[in-house]
């Protein structure tokens, strides 16, 4: 058993490719089949290799591996001509030389008259030897296949043009070379968009006349924005990497995905097993399915909080070298992620909340830093200061203790002693539990980021 995700390289992996591509993979895993990928670049105008790197970087980071592939079209055009050759000996392609004028006032016509645009076949007997190759579409009885999306679908031959199987340069079109690939790559079921399937119906007829065995179809609905419209820029990031920068993790994002137009009751979290294991073709929604950024955000943050320590780390790895964080020179990165993950919706934000315990900083945030630093709060910090640096146990719970011994001996809440240390700590206030956050930073920063606080002070 056998699938593919076949892409144009003509842009980014896109979010609706990535979706596509995941229904191919899990039906390939599901029936202990292959998974193929196939880059359909016989469109060598808008065709490039950033396109091709962007989308093995999109499968990679997603974790969707293939069996077989990368196969690229444009190795395969002795393979085409070849089957051409025989469709033309066999009689079941023909030259044809209409110009383009011809055809245009062809279709003006059929349209004027109320009649469906399409080929009126004149050049089938003509004989000729140059310009574009059509194949020869039957003229009687019907096409019927059943989708696995869409159901039962079936139409008249007579509705079908003479499709364009090569230019009048020779280079084969799209449906001839989608066919012999999934004939020739033995692919069993063919997922793709639903904008192909007005096309089926038509390499339908290619097989039969190649006398080749037909692949299952699943045509999968398009994913739309959240104003109904067809997804795009204006939505928000399209672009599979996208979201990794925009800190997802791939596992959130396949799980929302997925939940775009396939469903198993109620549930919306599922790991990779369940999907493989619940995932059915035939329950793939056959309208279009609406994105929802906050869906995504929520799952991203459960996975955040769930996934395995390591898995996370690989991951924010990325977003820490953006940042230029070397976390060797601190406190280990399993227990800084280990404090941050309940409170980080995505990666972003965690790598921000990393900054401060393994780089210093040059200056408080000005705004808070004239609120927080006062004569009023100096005795206070001072208190802190002195007390932390007598302590001989450094962890959470010793921390904590002090503080609580400064409220006292100040007279003051938890807050007004809380609130100043958090920002000398992180320089911008942003930080989660204190005494946790302290016992990270270490000692020695600690007290030199308090120190810092007393000096802002007293340079006023
Ligand atoms: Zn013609």
Known sequence: MKSRFAPSPTGYLHIGGARTALFAWLWARKNNGQFTLRIEDTDRERSTQASVDAILQGMEWLGLDYDEGPIYQTDRFDRYQEVIDDLLKKGRAYYCECSKERLEKLREDKMAAGEKAKYDGCCRDKNLSSGVIRFLNPDEGRVAFRDHVKGDIEIANSELDDLIIARSDGSPTYNLTVVVDDHDMAIDCVVRGDDHINNTPKQINLYTALNWDLPAFAHVPMILGSDGARLSKRHGAVNVMAYRDEGFLPKALLNYIIRLGWSHGDQEVFSLEEMIDLFDLDNINKAPASFNQEKL??????????????????????????????????????????????????????????????????????KQASKQFSSKSQPVIEALHSRLSALDVWNAKTVHGEIQGVCEQQNVGFGKVGQPFRLALSGDGKAGSIDVCAELVGKDRTLARLQMAIDYIKAF
Not at 336 to 360: N, P
């Open 297 to 366: 955000i929520w799952l991203n943050q459960s996975y955040i909080k769930s996934i395995e320590l390591s898995e996370l780390i690989q991951h924010l790895q990325w977003h820490l070298e953006s940042r230029s964080i070397d976390v060797s020179s601190g406190p280990k990165i399993e227990d800084v992620v280990e404090s941050l993950r309940d409170r980080s919706k995505t990666l972003v934000e965690m790598a921000d909340g990393c900054v401060m315990f393994y780089q210093d900083f040059a200056a408080f945030d000005e």
